[in-house]
């Protein structure tokens, strides 16, 4: 079983929806946890850590949810600009990172 | 702000030739990390390193080796590389503690012939 696991998509939404997806994690002892924005041939760039009690950034807001061990991630009003890769990333107590596959999505005008 | 810079954008070798492939950090960063990014996989650690000269097997570290001699360069070693090396390798550096961003460097797409 893979440590962290999401669906890939493609989620393809209208602009101006709302898209939301999950990502769930096997390690029960993990610690940490982001969500990271990979655009097309580029780099994985940090787009928010998720807490405990969820949090929002703007248009987007980020759920825990220990007992089940999963994340989320919403995103409100899309922006053609949001149309990019989004990797689940778990760290454990030894610090280390585990991505998820990756879950695309892509806004449409 | 931050940067990690890698040695080659695209590279092309040929089964068997060693490749380099290198990674610099201007952050003063302790942690570095090589990793390899495969379609359907996501980002696979090969291996990482807490400090210089001190490095770490990660989750595929098999036909690979790692060298750290200074702190801000992380380089990773193909000794004969292999058709199923063809892949994209990200090298990441982070400062000590968990909850810390990883920054990326732009990637190396490898292609094995």
């Known amino acids: 079983r893979k440590e962290v696991e999401q669906d890939p998509g493609p989620f393809n939404v209208p602009e101006g929806a709302t898209v939301a997806f999950n990502c769930t994690y096997s390690n029960s002892a993990s610690q940490s946890f982001f969500w990271y924005r990979q655009d097309c041939r580029k780099e994985p760039k940090l787009l928010m850590s998720?807490?405990?009690s969820g949090n929002e950034d703007g248009r987007f807001t980020a759920q825990l949810n220990r007992a089940s061990q999963y994340i989320s991630l919403l995103i409100r009003d899309s922006k053609l600009s949001d149309s990019a890769t989004y990797l689940c990333v778990v760290t454990t107590e030894d610090y280390k990172l585990s991505f998820g596959a990756g879950t695309t999505v892509t806004v449409r005008a | 702000d931050v940067k990690v810079t890698q040695s080659s954008r695209y590279l092309v070798k040929r089964t068997g030739e060693k490749v380099f492939l290198e990674c610099v950090q201007d952050?003063?960063?302790?942690?570095m990390f090589w990793y390899r990014q495969d379609p359907g996989l996501g980002l696979r650690l090969i291996y990482f390193?807490?400090?210089?000269?001190?490095?770490e097997k990660g989750d595929i570290p098999e036909g690979y080796s790692v060298s750290r001699e200074k702190k801000e360069r992380f380089s990773l070693i193909l000794e004969s590389a292999s058709t199923n090396q063809t892949s994209m390798y990200l090298c990441a550096s982070r400062a000590t503690g968990s909850t810390d961003t990883q920054y990326f460097g732009p990637g190396t797409r490898l292609t094995v012939l």
């Open positions: 998720v807490y405990s």
């Open positions: 952050m003063d960063h302790e942690n």
């Open positions: 390193s807490y400090d210089v000269k001190m490095k």
